[in-house]
């Protein structure tokens, strides 16, 4: 439904709650949202973003709602095509229409949607863009996700349209959702799925936009930020180097030796004050494993042996974790075999892009006895030691 959110600039998006996996991979438990926005100067009129392929005839019916004959430029912020799939659907619609972004998404919208050089035009970082009445400012933010990445200013409206930067998977909410903590905890989530691994850059852009004076964040997916400043220091925390007294232990367990091993790891840090987030691999939602990761100091990865190595399942975590690339400071492994194996080593060789310190293992045949309980006495000291110092 099209909605006017101030001075002629429309929602024209769509929920889609019903969606479950994102780009195959990330679970999507509330669904999400792709908005779009129209923007009515009194001279020129421009979209931003479209939507999901799978959503375009919404989106179309959308604009139609609202009598929109025409449509000057369609403004695509970033090439991936829950944001530009839609593109060719609204050219057809409004052929008209002039496609507005820079070389480097330009490329990628040829490849991606097969379309042809004549419907472009080239924007530089910086560039401004009148539709009137409205000025459209473009910032280039690379790295919010992919390299061509884009934000566009509007200072008569105070008002940024950010994309994927600030944005969240919810679906089944009003991109008009006013809870802050609901609002919070998906950012969040989004930003550990999808934004954790370009952290630095991430800072740069925040830099890039602290002197506009924002009033309205209007993000491409899920809610739209009415106070900018809680989702800006929200991203100022998530991007900083501090990490807190956290352990996270993302584990699988076959025969209830590595849970006994974890309850106690559990117990005894609690008992030192060390926050403690457990998730068990064969139950869990791993966008909730991405979350832990962007605070905790500490990740040890509890795994049993299959087959000579780690269990796939930690084998996946593992590459999770080297590919998101938190801010984690220290790393262990738990874990317990049969006979001979190379399941330590192996998880080891796979933490190659995270700048841990890593804490002795404890790897130990059967079900945990008492030895096996003073390693890990060993390990509980060692993490509350590095910890010394951190807020919870
Ligand atoms: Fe929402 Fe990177 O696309």
Redesign the pocket.
Known sequence: MATEIKNNIYSVGVLDGDRRL?DALIPLPEGTS?NSYLIKGSEKIALIDTVDPVKENELLENLRSLGIDRIDYVIAH?G????SGGIPAVLKAYPMAKVVTNTKCKDELKEHLLVSEDIFMVVNDGDSLSLGNKTLKFIFTPWV??PE?MVTFVPEDKTLFS??FF?SHVGTASIFEHDDQLVYIAAKRYFAE?MMPFRVMIKNNLEKIKDLPIEIICP??GPIHFKPNFIVDAYKDWTSDSVKNEVVIPYVSMHGSITEMVNYLIKNLQEKGVVVKAFDLAKMDLGEVAMALVDAATVVIGTPTVLVGPHPLAVYVAYLFNALRPKTKYASIIGSYGWGSKAVDQLKSMLTNVKVELLEPVYIKGFPKENDFKALDRLVQTIKERHSGLES
């Open positions: 994102f792709y970033h991936e095509q829950d944001h996700h992919w990445t994309c994927d944005g999808i491409s997916h």
